[in-house]
């Protein structure tokens, strides 16, 4: 059975500060464990979230309308209130843009972690696209041994699809084993899977996935 992963261990995993073997034993334990991979993920969010946050800052260069909008409300709210000295009106005036200032950066600061978030799903959702076109056509078009290779500098992955013999499972259905190596912005996962023809829309269904290497290569046809 295997050792529950602590928390403390677990971020070492996220950071890449775990040794090879600790390293692979999670990646194994991941594919097995749903709710190890969903603290996973939620490390991985969490960290990412902070780093952005640590990272936001207010533009160099506030936009000319932003700064024209901000001294025109102050100005007027000035213009408004009862009669005071120069002094007393330069100084509402600048706790007027002061206040503007900081609204602006706050409304910036949100729309840095709301465009961050946006761009990460987005970036996702590309590159599990990209995974998928690519075995399909590695299946589809490739002879058995040689490999299929993409890589997206775009996207930070790279994706190899080298395909097996096909064969008919007892089902009736054409199915083909292959190995299948992405590497995701530096991190490289090689995993051994087997995908089966859909016989009315003509495309490969993903029927297992298996860390190569572990005991579950001796399964990867069963009940198909």
């Not at 013999?165 to 190596?181: A, I, L």
């Not at 996962?189 to 859909?198: E, G, L, M, P, S």
């Amino acid at each position: 059975m295997t050792e529950p992963k602590t928390d403390n261990i677990l971020h070492q995993f996220v950071d890449g500060e775990c040794s090879p073997s600790e390293e692979l034993s999670i990646l194994r334990a991941e594919e097995d464990d749903a709710e190890l991979a969903r603290r996973i993920r939620k490390i991985r969010k969490r960290k990412a979230e902070l780093r952005a946050a640590m990272d936001l800052e207010l533009l160099d260069e506030v936009p000319g309308d932003l700064i024209q909008a901000t001294g025109t409300i102050a100005a007027d709210n000035m213009n408004r209130a009862p009669e005071f000295s120069i002094g007393a009106k330069s100084a509402i005036f600048l706790v007027a843009c002061l206040f503007g200032a900081v609204a602006l950066g706050t409304a910036w600061s949100h729309w840095r972690i709301n465009d961050w978030q946006n761009t990460m799903a987005s970036l996702e959702e590309k590159r599990e696209t990209a995974v998928t076109l690519a075995v399909q056509e590695g299946l589809e078009t490739y002879l058995s041994g040689d490999a299929l290779e993409i890589n997206d500098q775009n996207l930070g992955i790279a994706v190899s699809v080298r395909p097996d013999e096909t064969y008919r499972s007892v089902s009736g259905h054409w199915c083909r084993g292959f190995t299948e190596t992405m590497t995701i912005d530096g991190q490289e996962i090689r995993r051994k899977a087997v995908a089966c023809r859909d016989q009315d829309t003509h495309t490969w269904m993903r029927m297992h996935t298996v860390i190569e290497g572990s005991i579950l290569d001796q399964t990867v046809h069963a009940g198909i």
